[in-house]
């Protein structure tokens, strides 16, 4: 059997006891309503071993392999940059946010990057004097700024409305 997986020694209100990958795939288990029976015959692991592995309490778990998590996220569509945000997300909550919330913020982060290596390629290509020497991991930077920034003026506009509905209407 391998290590229990770490867990938060103290948990801020609302976190996640637990920062590991185990616990995006058991929210998008429920979010999918897949049980863990349903996920060994997608998966070909046991069944107990699968149990043992996406323990809901963080100490009992057993250490799943690459290979098992490889096939968990494939029969549930996680891609790997899913996983790789999920998992960095969950390590990063500081906030306690809760996880329904994250995997919001998740998808939404998803939308952003998925696709945009190559809108970057095609942006170099086109810019006339403009080649792949003049691309730096600065303007990864300067665009992530400019994203937040847009972000955050859309959410405004999106509350403002909001605001105005209830002022118009009493209540949604």
């Known amino acids: 059997m391998g290590e229990a997986t770490r867990s938060w020694a103290e948990n801020p209100p609302g976190a996640i006891p637990s920062f590991e990958l185990e616990d995006y795939i058991l929210a998008r288990m429920d979010l999918a309503r897949v049980s863990v029976r349903e ?3 997608l998966t070909k692991i046991g069944r107990s071993r699968l149990h ?3 323990h809901r ?3 009992k778990r057993i250490a ?3 290979p098992e998590i490889a096939a968990i996220l494939e029969a549930l569509g996680i891609s790997k940059i899913e996983a790789m945000y999920a998992q960095e997300m969950l ?3 500081a906030a306690g946010v809760d996880l ?5 913020v998740i998808s939404m982060v998803l939308g952003v990057v998925t696709g945009l290596p190559e809108q970057i390629i095609t942006v170099v290509r086109h810019v006339d004097g403009l080649g792949f020497d003049d691309v730096r991991p600065e303007h990864g930077e300067a665009a992530q700024e400019l994203i937040v920034r847009a972000i955050q003026v859309e959410y405004q506009k999106i509350g403002k409305r909001r605001s105005q509905r209830l002022d118009e209407f009493g209540e949604e």
């Open 100 to 104: 329904k919330d994250l995997l919001k």
């Open 57 to 59: 309490k963080v100490d």
């Open 52 to 54: 043992d592995g996406l």
């Open 39 to 41: 996920l060994a015959t």
């Open 91 to 93: 390590q990063k909550n």
């Open 64 to 66: 799943l392999k690459m």
